[in-house]
């Protein structure tokens, strides 16, 4: 049964990764979007997952919480922002699309190599998919700093944030519930004012390219 | 009780503003009235802790404050008071629309009010989630008027400092990991005095690797090098009163966080592992701050990178020992004192001169000479002239490296810290002297205003002559807490 | 004796198979594109057809011409006695493991190339630059992807890795295998030249690879080099169905255990032509320069199998 559970939960690991590859192959905003949804619902998969295994009814009512939240609720601010913008495509990000994906590859290594010392100290069943959500947080990292579009960027805060949760599930079953909650208030929030800035941006530069927020230098 | 009156009257000056539709005056005068009553509650809570207590509040003591907090508090308290005075709402005169002067009102309040929590909090989460809240409720003012500059800093702070906050949460759920292998889960499991409790058992090679996200995380938002780069645009392109609130104290608070955790590592592994991190980070910083500081034609860019350089030095003297984090804290006090006075002064500057370059803006002492006067004497303070406290403060952490054998480190930090002094003084002079453009009025606006600032040069000198023994007594404490 | 026959047997089963898949993908894409379409038999017909046609080559094609569909199906019918379809282990094990098919493809690639740029015409160039590139990115993927399997298995025999992987069920959920079976058929989709790599009903000059190499081919050398495409598109499915999914297949020599390996092969690879035609008809056909992306993709996927299979032991 342990190894039932933590196979299912290296595989949820590794779907969300995928997620945020197919997050790297795509140019469209929308599809950004789509990504990041399906990679919270994965999330939320491997979330009553735990929960099941481990007779944890609290789990449940947290993954209830980061559905409604991440499933749903945040990607349609996110869609309400695009919808104006029109066809706005990550043409051009910073770092061409191969390339990326060969980074990832790398990063992905990394993140082995540095969560060495985690996995050998745990001893839950969900250890072996520690790597995989740090290599998550390392992949979007990376996905922030080489967009050029704002709303990409937050997107890729929004995957850093999920890739955060997963280590948590997967290290600890979880963070204690009233820190959980700030968290999603926190994120909620967060996103509500980045897309106030988003608006403010648009409508003083008639675009989202960062690279158009430049001015300020030295 | 104390709790309630300091994390209260924010919260109800907050929805005072946001309720009273349109904005009026009395609003404005109502919440600065307010901003004083976290002040005196800070005074007593600092009477209290001299008297050896330390307060709790709520179930599982979810608040609680110790000497550090309450340092922390007090400086929170005397900024919030200053912006809430010296803000944009209380005069007709001031160049804000009625709702960007709610808007002020409503978020600086809040941002006090986060703040005031994350100093109080006794659960890191908890800390961790304030200090997030701080990020939000600041973000939203920084284009309080919105133009392509204003829009352009406050996007960069709001991402990069998400990002580092995000950075400083995964270092607590790895600290977390850390604690829950060795003791199972509790719902206590994240305050901070069981992490400590704990600590000599807990896993090195796991609580290393935590407290590297939680300097990158937490430096972030303190403006260390190299993620510093949201500050200078953040703090110049604000309104005043958010940035001498922004620098004169939320830099302290992220400090304070970088402060707790390093309490729990050094702990656990002994100190010579965060020392050598914050001496790298803070040499890093002062570097930068110091030679960019050098050409600098903004005059608020300026204050911001004479922050960067105090934060670097705040955080060396924090990896040289107990004397080292006496002269930490002394210069953090100075510092927030000092660097909200320039940033308010700064703004009257901005408000006569309608420009924030230094070439547009010469001739001061002829223009307004007291604001002047205070300007000049602010300069010397942060370039750290003597008879001001920022001197003593630089001495005391220069005496605590030598004494830790640290003489090349100190050597090199004096060379940097000679490189900013010429620097600053050298802007002073072009802001002082010169030729005004020919159509700047002369004479000081609302000159009541003048008072607190010149109070604020007053504490500056007196903590330059003579440290006063209660303040001496809270840092004896504070230094017990971070050195035992 | 009768172990040899029944694996000849195999690689006739697959040749005479191939014709009807490729056959079949493009009844089920007609079907799904509310067409009625050619029967799935109607390649043995085409087939027959340019059987009787004359043979026309230019007058700048060399022997090289002549020779490339003849080396191509020869390469083509190696594989085919190479890979486990019906029976493991196998005798022919001792010829050849998976590096040895790879290696196999490659040759077959090579000639058809040279046969492309052979008659001097510019489709044919183009087509065969096209495809040496793909094979070229495609590689890293194949080698990486192989290199996972085997490290699960302990060796690189085609035979061995099946019957490793049908001791331990519990493998196919691992993520190195699910990625590793990612990683490949992407690989396949690149080297069979189906879509969203290559259209193989195409003749248009910007969107033919494959086709534009045998563009100059008639007669009997054009049925050769179509079957040789078919039976390497049978062979490819079969490999991924074989490898990844290996349950039906026989493991004693029995004539039941026989048939019914027979019959859960062809329905695997009805599953998989089904999924194939799927994806066929909803995908479009990339753009040339976004074809290293997509293999650089598989790549990934491939390392991130090696990375699991390896890390995860």
């Known amino acids: 049964m342990d190894v039932l559970f933590s196979q299912l939960v290296v595989l949820g690991s590794s779907l969300t990764l995928i997620c945020a590859l197919m997050l790297l192959w795509h140019r469209h905003v929308y599809a950004y979007t789509t990504a990041f949804a399906w990679q919270s619902v994965v999330l939320t998969g491997i979330m009553a997952v735990v929960a099941y295994f481990e007779r944890d009814a609290e789990m449940y009512f947290v993954a209830a919480l980061f559905l409604l939240l991440k499933g749903w609720v945040i990607p349609r601010l996110l869609r309400r922002i695009e919808q104006p913008l029109g066809d706005e495509q990550e043409l051009r990000p910073y770092v061409n699309t191969a390339t990326s994906l060969l980074v990832c590859a790398l990063l992905v290594l990394f993140a082995y190599a540095v969560s060495r010392p985690l996995v050998a100290l745990s001893r839950l069943p969900t250890r072996a998919g520690m790597p995989l959500a740090l290599g998550l947080i390392f992949i979007s990292l990376f996905v922030i700093a080489s967009r050029k579009k704002a709303l990409t960027q937050v997107i890729g805060f929004l995957m850093l944030e999920n890739g955060i949760a997963l280590l948590a599930v997967l290290g600890t079953y979880g963070i204690p519930l009233v820190v959980e909650l700030g968290v999603f208030l926190d994120l909620l929030l967060g996103v509500i004012v980045m897309q106030l800035v988003i608006y403010h941006i648009r409508d003083t530069f008639e675009s989202i390219d960062v690279e158009q927020l430049g001015r300020l230098r030295h | ?484 | 004796m009768s172990a040899w026959l029944v694996e000849v047997f195999e690689a006739l089963f697959a040749l005479a198979l191939a014709p009807g898949l490729v056959g079949l993908i493009r009844w089920i894409k007609a079907r799904m594109q509310s067409r009625l379409g050619p029967p799935p038999w109607q390649p043995y017909r085409e087939l027959r057809k340019l059987l009787h046609k004359e043979v026309v080559v230019s007058d700048n094609a060399s022997w090289l011409f002549r020779f490339a569909p003849y080396a191509v199906s020869a390469s083509t019918l190696a594989i085919a006695f190479l890979v486990p379809l019906i029976v493991v282990p196998r005798r022919f094990d001792m010829i050849g493991d998976l590096f040895v098919v790879v290696y196999l493809l490659l040759l077959g690639t090579f000639w058809l190339a040279l046969a492309g740029l052979d008659p001097g015409s510019a489709f044919g160039g183009m087509g065969a630059s096209r495809d040496v590139t793909v094979a070229a990115l495609a590689e890293p993927s194949t080698a990486t992807a192989i290199f996972s399997l085997a490290l699960g298995a302990g060796s690189t025999n085609l035979g061995a890795i099946v019957v490793a992987t049908l001791n331990d069920p519990r493998t196919v959920l691992t993520p190195g295998h699910l990625l590793a079976f990612a990683a490949l058929f992407v690989v396949a989709l690149a080297e069979t030249g189906r879509l969203p790599v290559d259209n193989p009903a195409t003749h248009l000059e910007l969107t033919m690879i494959h086709e534009a190499m045998i563009l100059e081919y008639s007669g009997r050398y054009l049925a050769l080099l179509e079957w040789a495409s078919g039976l390497k598109l049978f062979l490819f499915l079969s490999l991924l169905a074989n490898l990844f999914f290996p349950w039906g297949i026989a493991q004693t020599m029995t004539p039941a255990a026989l048939a019914w390996a027979l019959a859960v092969l062809v329905l695997k690879l009805v599953i998989l032509a089904v999924v194939l035609a799927v994806i066929e008809t909803r995908v479009a056909k990339l753009r040339l320069f976004r074809v290293p992306e997509l293999l650089t993709a598989s790549f990934v996927l491939a390392l991130l199998a090696i990375t699991s299979s390896f890390l995860l032991r």
Not at chain 2, 72 to 79: G, K
Not at chain 2, 194 to 221: D, W
Not at chain 2, 350 to 365: H, K, V
């Open chain 2, 1 to 484: 009780m104390i709790f309630a009156v300091l994390l209260l009257p924010p919260l109800l000056a907050a929805a005072l503003a946001a309720l009273v539709k349109p904005y009026r005056l009395v609003v404005g005068w109502g919440t600065a009235l307010l901003a004083l009553a976290p002040l005196a509650g800070g005074v007593a809570l600092c009477a209290r802790i001299l008297n050896g207590e330390v307060l709790t509040w709520g179930s599982g003591e979810f608040l609680r404050a110790d000497g550090l907090s309450a340092l922390l508090v007090l400086c929170i308290a005397f900024v919030a008071a200053l912006a809430a005075w010296l803000g944009p709402g209380l005069t007709a005169a001031d160049a804000y629309s009625a709702g960007e002067r709610r808007g002020y009102r409503v978020y600086s309040n809040l941002f006090a009010f986060t703040m005031f929590l994350a100093v109080t909090a006794h659960n890191v989460g908890v800390m961790w989630v304030a200090v997030e809240a701080t990020t939000i409720t600041s973000a939203l003012l920084i284009p309080l008027h919105v133009t392509k500059p204003s829009v352009e800093a406050s996007w960069k702070y709001i991402l990069i400092c998400s990002v580092g906050i995000a950075l400083a949460f995964v270092g607590t759920v790895l600290a977390y990991f850390d604690f829950v292998n060795l003791a199972g889960e509790q719902p206590a499991a994240l305050n901070w005095t069981a992490l400590l409790a704990s600590a000599p058992s807990l896993h090195r090679e796991v609580l290393q690797l935590a407290f590297v996200f939680l300097l990158i995380g937490y430096g972030t938002k303190a403006g260390l090098a190299p993620m510093h780069t949201w500050l200078p645009d953040a703090h110049s392109e604000s309104p005043s009163a958010l940035s001498a609130m922004m620098s004169g104290v939320l830099l302290a608070v992220a400090i304070y966080a970088i402060i707790r955790w390093k309490i729990v590592v050094d702990a656990a592994m002994g100190p010579a592992f965060s020392h050598r991190l914050l001496v790298a980070l803070s040499l890093l910083s002062l570097a930068i701050a110091a030679f960019s500081l050098i050409g600098q034609r903004n005059y608020k860019r300026m204050l911001a990178y004479s922050s960067i350089e105090h934060t670097g030095l705040t955080c060396l003297g924090l990896a040289l020992g107990p004397l080292g984090v006496f002269a930490a804290m002394l210069h953090m006090i100075n510092h927030t004192v000092t660097k909200s006075m320039m940033f308010l002064l700064a703004g009257r500057v901005q408000q006569r001169y309608q420009s924030t370059e230094i070439a547009e803006a010469p001739g001061l002492i002829r223009i307004m000479p007291v604001t002047a006067g205070l300007f000049a004497a602010g300069m010397f303070a942060i370039a750290g002239l003597p008879p001001f406290g920022l001197f003593i403060s630089e001495f005391a952490l220069m005496r605590a490296g030598f004494a830790a054998g640290q003489t090349g480190l100190m050597a090199l930090v004096l060379v940097l810290l000679a490189v900013a002094f010429i620097a600053l003084l050298r802007n002073l002079n072009r802001m002082l002297y010169g030729m005004p453009p020919a159509a700047t009025r002369t004479g000081e606006n609302e000159p009541w205003a003048l008072a607190p600032l010149g109070l604020c040069v007053f504490i500056l000198l007196v903590l330059g002559v003579v440290l006063p023994s209660p303040l001496n007594g809270l840092l004896n404490r504070v230094v017990e807490i971070v050195s035992p």
